[in-house]
């Protein structure tokens, strides 16, 4: 089959390249206005409860996660000229498109009761403004009276204080939050300037728009570094510019594929598919590494242009067709997720990885059919005096010393089993920025200075319309509010029930003593409450139409999923249950962004964890359909868990977490180890039919034939992978350095400890009952072909005479 295969590519090898370049042109067409995604969706399933209910909550109030907080802590904001920067600020900011509403110290508003209509009237504390400091400071005092502010927009123990801007949804969700943004940081920037106070930024539109950022400037910085360090890894490896040029052309095929496959799927660019190109280079040059080191092999040993190419198609290609298939398989179980970001990135991925194969097998012998034959001093690579002293020495440790290799892999086995369990699944809402940032050190501040910035919302359901202006739901809720307020990490809360202990205070003419839930006042007071108007829009977002539905919204520290989890848990539901449990009419629900990135966490790692078993599975029903013998396929599998182990034990003893970007790591990169295993192994079964399945001989042959292209491979996708490391992200920088360390740990276990279990177990006999499916049947090395193909009718008319 993969003879005729070659006869097929080489003679119609012209044609096939213009398909390619005709394909190729097509994906660009369909990728070249591909978008970047801005909405960082959940990981959680629509389908799931919370998730129910957290739309339920944004279709009943709006949105919970759009707001951008801006910080200072510095007195000379309180003084005169500097407090009217401030209130301009706040002016021009409002007036920026796409912020709904700003909330500051000069814009604050005040309850004011108006005796003679009797109703509250909301009217600015610095509506008129001061003309001088002592006018200031004595309008600040009210300000410091007012509760409702305390602990949300300014920090009396230290006078920090924040402006708030709700960002408009659809703007966030599109490429003009950078716009925004920017418009944002000049008129602060200015007012910094001005007045020499430092600001700092928090919540979840700067946090998102600063990913996205970071996300469009790595996708290009990563795909020249893959680039540019496979090349130079490439002209060590072959001294040639010919093996660097048309790989890296081939290269470029498959990564305007990725842009068209995305356009094809009507997928957006994403945190995770943006790395998809320069991960397919790190990929797609080791399927040049052997077809390239077997040409050249091939050359070596009949000097014939033609039948080299032949030999590259027709006795290698199935293997790396079956090395490119468990690399898709450890992206493609990915696309079976419930989560759409990781569906995603599995289906690009492992589709264009295909892709790679396809591309590569055709590509690479079309190309180098019209090419002039390598010159004998260009296959200097196959010989080098360091690399088979490398092998020489790896072959004696296998015939001498495999016990003792076994010995040792079985220590690194139990030690790295012992990390393993130290292991901690904790991650943060901004876990992928580094502490050094801009994003990170405004959560610090936010934090050090206020509860937090990250939405906590609880929703009150009465059951009945009007219900939320029972007395009975207010004292429940206050006392929830009171409860949930002592946690250290739990702010201040917002809801109807402040609003109305804040209109009592008013009704007393701002008397902070009387900030409270009225007793035997109600009637008067709500007497003022009698066609209020609510030109704030305040009552909307906090409390339904029908008055059935309330909203309670506090604001949490970035704690870490695993504290978050708790503070739900043994925090939050337990008052609730204790306040509202004896009451069966009212439903009291925790939700907002918060809890979805809580359960989403969870979520997300289970999530991998099935993708990995479904790996292992997958790639373990290949080698049984590859090698046809349990034992071969229990020993091929155990040199690619160690890395994994490896990995996982370093994790745990060195303190890195387990979460989605660390978790991602283990299918990834035992899709890709296996590749060894199978080069290796495929090999090794030919050379033991052909030495009269004599195991030590044939271990050696195969050690010294495939373990330069193995560690040539295995070098290109670790300096591939590493320079993820470089990355600000710290999900991308995991990826990079854990996939890195697990190929490498993978190279020595394939090329040591696979050779030392097949000394050991494998008896080299031919078993009659069960036979392999694939690998006997298929010649991958050697010269005994059954056809030939006809080298005359290939020759250009201007190629020299081949020996």
């Known amino acids: 089959m993969w003879n005729r295969f070659a006869q097929f590519v080489l003679r119609y090898r012209l044609a096939l390249i213009m398909v390619i370049g005709v394909i190729t042109v097509f994906m660009y067409y369909k990728g070249k206005d591909i978008e970047m995604s801005y909405n960082f969706g959940s990981t959680v399933p629509l389908t799931d409860p919370e998730m129910v209910h957290f739309q339920q909550f944004k279709q009943d109030f709006g949105e919970d996660g759009n707001l951008l907080a801006i910080g200072m802590k510095d007195s000379a904001v309180y003084q005169l000229e500097n407090f009217r920067r401030l209130k301009y600020l706040g002016e021009e900011l409002n007036k920026i498109r796409g912020v709904n509403e700003v909330m500051s110290i000069p814009r604050m508003i005040q309850l004011v009761k108006n005796t003679k209509e009797k109703k509250f009237e909301a009217r600015k504390i610095f509506e008129n403004f001061p003309q001088t400091q002592p006018q200031l400071d004595s309008l600040l005092g009210i300000v410091a009276h007012e509760k409702l502010y305390t602990g949300q927009m300014i920090n009396l123990k230290n006078g920090a204080n924040l402006l708030i801007l709700t960002i408009n949804k659809d703007i966030l969700n599109s490429k ?14 200015q007012f910094s300037e001005a007045t020499g106070v430092k600001l700092h930024y928090a919540g979840l539109p700067f946090v998102r728009t600063e990913n996205a950022r970071l996300v469009q400037r790595e996708m290009v910085m990563f795909l020249i570094l893959s ?25 470029g095929v498959i990564v305007v594929w990725v842009t068209g496959t995305l356009g094809i799927l009507g997928y957006k660019i994403t945190i995770l598919t943006g790395v998809i190109p320069p991960i397919i280079v790190v990929i797609g040059i080791p399927n040049s590494i052997y077809l390239l080191n077997k040409y050249h092999q091939e050359i070596q040993r009949t000097g014939n242009k033609y039948k080299a190419l032949q030999a590259v198609i027709g006795k290698i290609g199935v293997v790396t067709f079956l090395t490119n298939f468990t690399t898709a398989v450890g992206f493609g179980v990915l696309s079976f997720t419930d989560i759409q970001m990781l569906k995603e990135f599995g289906t690009v991925a492992s589709i264009n990885i295909v892709a790679t194969f396809f591309v590569s097998i055709i590509f690479i012998p079309a190309v180098f059919s019209y090419l002039p034959k390598p010159e004998l001093k260009r296959l200097g690579h196959l010989n080098k005096k360091g690399l088979n002293k490398v092998l020489d020495t790896i072959d004696l440790l296998v015939h001498r010393h495999r016990y003792t290799v076994l010995g040792v892999g079985a220590v690194l086995i139990i030690i790295s089993s012992i990390g393993l369990y130290k292991i901690k699944a904790v991650s943060f809402m901004v876990d992928d920025v580094p502490e050094h940032s801009e994003v990170k050190q405004g959560l610090r501040w936010l934090e050090d200075n206020f509860a937090g910035i990250m939405p906590l919302e609880i929703v009150v359901d009465t059951g009945k319309k009007k219900g939320v202006m029972k007395e009975s739901i207010w004292k429940k809720v206050d006392q929830l509010e009171r409860a949930l307020e002592k946690d250290p990490h739990i702010s201040h809360p917002i809801s109807i029930v402040e609003f109305i202990k804040m209109a009592r205070q008013s009704f007393y003419n701002g008397n902070p003593d009387y900030y409270g839930l009225p007793n035997r006042d109600k009637n008067f007071i709500l007497r003022y409450f009698k066609g209020q108007d609510d030109n704030s829009g305040f009552l909307n977002s906090f409390v339904t139409e029908d008055g059935r539905k309330m909203r309670i919204s506090f604001k949490v520290a ?9 503070l739900v848990d043994n925090v939050v539901k337990p008052n609730v249950e204790e306040i509202f449990g004896n009451n069966s009419k009212i439903t009291v629900t925790p939700t907002g962004t918060t809890l979805l990135f809580v359960k989403g966490n969870s979520f997300l790692i289970n999530n991998l964890k099935t993708s990995m078993l479904l790996a292992f599975v997958i790639i373990s029903i290949i080698m049984a359909v590859l090698f046809g013998r349990f034992r071969i396929i229990l020993i091929s599998l155990i040199p690619n868990m160690i890395p994994l182990l490896i990995t996982a034990g370093i994790m745990g003893f060195v303190g890195v977490a387990l979460k989605p970007s660390t978790a991602l790591v283990f299918s990834i990169a035992f899709g890709i180890s296996v590749d060894d295993s199978i080069h290796y192994l495929a090999k090794y079964r030919q050379d033991l039919m052909e030495d009269n399945f004599f195991v030590p001989k044939a271990i050696s042959r195969s050690i010294h034939e495939v373990g330069a292209s193995m560690m040539y491979t295995s070098i290109v996708l670790f300096f591939g992978f590493i320079i993820f490391g470089f990355s600000e992200f710290g999900g991308t920088k995991a990826l990079g350095l854990l996939t890195s360390l697990t190929l490498l740990c993978a190279m020595f276990t394939n090329l040591i400890i696979l050779p030392s279990l097949l000394m050991v177990f494998d008896k080299g006999k031919k078993s009659r009952d069960i036979e392999p499916l694939l690998i006997d049947e298929v010649d991958f090395y050697h010269e005994n072909d059954d056809e030939e193909i006809d080298i005359d009718a290939l020759k250009k008319k201007d190629d020299p005479e081949e020996n």
Do not use: N
């Open 176 to 189: 003009k939050r950078f716009q925004l943004m920017d418009d944002i940081r000049m008129a602060c920037d």
């Open 227 to 251: 680039v540019l360090v496979t090349a130079l890894i490439m002209l060590y490896f072959f001294r040639s510019w010919d093996a660097v040029l048309f790989p890296m052309i081939m290269i």
């Open 558 to 566: 970035d704690i870490g999923s695993h504290e978050l989890h708790e």
